[in-house]
């Protein structure tokens, strides 16, 4: 059974920084479209960062410049590292593989959809 396992998150000053691990059971990381997605409280799961298998990434809007979305493939290992971050990224953070971050990416091939449990990132104003 795949699994993905969050962590990182924590509470943080505004301006400050974290980095966001996502460790994933099997080969997965090095065979799917790899995605981070948050949901604040009343509102709707939205993408962050997504990076194929070959090397591009997408980011929302309000994150470039600020996030950085890597894969590790050896140690099975998706990252998000936030920088400059402000009190509207507080959210839960989930970790996703496969056919969600596929279609966020426009991608046609057809994957399996694996998310992580999510992990809380709240900033401080």
């Known amino acids: 059974q795949v699994q993905l396992v969050e962590s990182g998150g924590g509470l943080v000053q505004a301006g400050g920084s974290l980095r966001l691990s996502c460790v994933a059971s099997?080969?997965?990381?090095?065979?799917?479209?790899m995605g981070w997605y948050r949901q604040a409280p009343g509102k709707q799961r939205e993408l962050v960062a997504a990076?194929?298998?070959?090397?591009?990434?997408k980011y929302v809007d309000s994150v470039k410049g600020r996030f950085t979305i890597s894969r590790d493939s050896a140690k099975n290992t998706v990252y998000l590292q936030m920088n400059s971050l402000k009190h509207e990224d507080t959210a839960v953070y989930y970790c996703?593989?496969?056919?969600?971050?596929?279609?966020?990416?426009?991608?046609?091939?057809?994957?399996?959809?694996?998310w992580g449990q999510g992990t809380q990132v709240t900033v401080s104003s």
């Open positions: 996703n593989a496969g056919d969600t971050t596929a279609q966020a990416m426009g991608f046609m091939r057809r994957f399996r959809d694996y």
């Open positions: 099997g080969s997965i990381i090095g065979n799917n479209p």
């Open positions: 990076s194929s298998t070959g090397g591009s990434t």
